[in-house]
Each structure stands twice: as C-alpha cells, then as structure tokens.
C-alpha cells in the first residue's frame, strides 16, 4: 500500500492567508504546506482539497484510477471544482464498511468531535488510518485487531488521540505515525521534528509517498532525556509535552508539601489540573526503585532540584561542620547512585532540573554548596542522557 500525502497542512494550508504569525512568516519553501490530502494506491482519495490533480502530478501520480473520494471534516470543505472524471466526494456514514472492485477495504471510524475518520485496508492486508484535524478516536471497535501499518493523524493537536491508539494496541512501534493537518500553531523545522521524535512520529513534505509496512523511518523513542531550565522557562511543560502521546505516564513529584505555603499549593494545583487523566502521580523523592521498574510505563521526574534539597535536608548538609564531617560524602554518593540508576534504566524517562549556575554567586556557604551540588548532578545526569534541553523563554535549545 502507497499513501501520497498531497497535502499536510490544517484546511487552510500553511502559512494562512492574511495571517502575520511568526509560524506563517517562516511558512515559506519547503516549509509550505497544502490542506491535507491522501491519495491511497491511486484509488481512494482522502479528502478533495483545491489543486488536489496538479498536487497528485507534482507527485508523479494520476488521478485516473480513482475509485473513491471521502471527506474526513466535519463540513464539506471549501467550495472545490470536481475534476473532470473524478468520483464526486462523499462521506460514510460511522461504522460502514465499504468494498471497491480493487479489493480495498474502507471502514468509517466515529471521532470524538465532528468528523469522519477512516480506516483502509488493502488487498495484501496493509492497514492505514486516517484521523481528521482536531479529532481523536471515539472508540475502537476491533481493537483486537493487528496495529496500522501506517497512522496519519494532527499528533501536534491532538498528541491525546495517538495515547489513545496506543493503549488500544491500534499504534505499536513498527507503526509509521505521521502528522497531518499541521497548522500555524505547530512549531517550525527543526523544532517540529524534534517534538514528533519524542512522540515516535514524524513530518514529511507535501508530494512524499509512504509505503505502508515499511518502518525503517519510524523514529526511536529517547529512552532518557534531561530538561533544565532557569525559574518560568518552561520546562515543565515541555516534559509533559515530551510523553502527552502515551497513554500511561508515572509522575514523580519530588517537591512534597509544604504546610501553610499557599503559594506551593498553588503551583502544585496548576501542575495537576494540566496533566492528561491517564497520568498516576507519585509523590516520592524514592527514585531509584522507579527507575530500575523495566516493565513500567514512561516516567516523568519533576524535579531533580528539589530531590536535591531532600538529600541535602536528610543529610544535615546544610551546615558547614556537618558538611567536612562526613555529609559531602554522603550527598554525593546518593548524587552518583541516582546518575548510575539513570544510566540502567530501561524504561523511558524524562527529568526535569533547574539550570542555576548563570546567575549571581550566591552570598551563602549552603547557597554555593547547593548552586555546586545541582550543576555536578546535572552533568552526571546529562552525560548519561540520549536527548538534553535547555529552556529559554519557553524556546528548547536543544544540547544533544
């Protein structure tokens, strides 16, 4: 099975028209993009978008051969001239199935808002899905069926909908994900590529034509990635942002409570109401049995600094005296054993720390130990780690 993605933009094509955006503005060359489109071995079209002949040319493909054109949004589209020999499009209803004379096999999925997705299956038994923008799976009958070979969906929008195919085992790792309908509010090249990677998907061009059941391009996962950041950089988010397409995500939260600080509560509310439902939160500075866990789900540690200030509370570090009697030793020797847990790991994790040996030398023995403490774990821990950022103004810079 041959999918051609005519087109891979949200339905008003990439830059928007009149839009002044910095997305829009760097929208240009290759980085242009055409309303989404699929055409499935020459023969089922998905949705008719304008230009829809001259994009399958460009592509070296013929409209010639087509048996079914379908419409995925949940109106009819822009007003679109039917070229001429062209099936006029159409929209199955949720549930139907659908066989053409080729053999190929189209099924009708129910969205959880408006729209139609579609599934298809070819003669040999390769399965695509097609997902419309903004839309997630509102079930998946057949669930016991083999993973998609082949997956196009919004994963900038809807990243929700890919955890959902996911825990259906609908997505496996030998599934091609690649993102449609991407619009102004996605990120740029390289950024896009690097968001998808951390979802196991990837961007292609307008004109590219994937072969369903090849999955040599498939990215890896990171198995560990380190974000760092100074105060409101972002960081946070961004590493939420890293696993908001698996379904089930274990979050450390090392900061514990703080009796009468109404300020922490508040910030640990916000952090809560925006993780996904699926998420399970544990509070807990244990890490390291956390880490040595190879069968469990993905593993979010939010955040080293504040597991550092535990050590350093636990181990009396504070003071100067303690600190030449035997505390330096014993900080740094949990430091080392939490590096050397992050370097077995088998399950994928993301941690999360603050950069903060930029600014001004702390007036404080203890404030310089901690500043000296935190950049020596950060650097055990980024040396052990496949992807490192660093959070700017809410920019990721990445560092490996």
Known sequence: MEATLLGTAGPEGLPVPDCPCAACALAVDHGARAPSSVLVDGVVLLDLTPGVAL????????????????????????????????????????????????????????????????????????????????????????????????????????????????????????????????????????????????????????????????????????????VLGGARSGKSAEAERRLAAFPEVVYAATGGTRDGDADWADRVARHRERRPSGWRTLETRDLLPLLADAAGPPLLIDCLALWLTDVLDTEGAWDDDAWHNGAARRVRARAD?????????????????????????????????????????????????????????GLPLPLR
């Open 55 to 226: 994009a399958a040319a460009r592509a070296g493909h013929s409209l010639a051969g087509l048996r079914l054109a379908l419409l995925s949004h949940p109106h009819d589209g822009p007003a679109v001239e039917i070229p001429a020999g062209l099936p006029a499009p159409t929209r199955l209803p949720d549930g139907q199935r659908l066989t053409l004379i080729t053999g190929h096999e189209v099924r009708a999925l129910a969205m959880d808002a408006p729209g139609t997705g579609y599934a298809v299956e070819s003669p040999d038994g390769l399965r695509l899905l097609y997902l419309p923008p903004g839309c997630a799976p509102a079930g998946l009958d057949g669930a016991d069926e083999p993973p998609y070979d082949l997956v196009l969906l919004d994963a900038i929008g809807r990243p929700d909908a890919l955890a959902r195919l996911r825990a259906a085992g609908a997505v496996a790792g030998t599934t091609d994900v690649v993102a449609v309908h991407l619009g102004h509010d996605a990120p740029p090249q390289p950024e896009l590529s690097r968001r998808l990677a951390a979802y196991g998907a990837r961007a292609v061009p307008d004109g590219t034509t994937l072969v369903a059941g090849d999955y040599h391009a498939v990215p890896d996962v990171p198995r560990r990635t380190l």
């Open 337 to 393: 054993a939490l590096a050397a847990a992050w370097r077995a790991t088998r399950r994928t994790a993301v941690a999360v720390s603050n950069e903060v040996g930029s600014g001004v030398v702390p007036a404080t023995p203890a404030g310089r130990r901690f500043r000296d403490e935190l950049g020596r774990l950060n650097a055990m821990m980024a040396a052990e780690s496949e992807h490192v950022l660093l959070l700017i103004a």
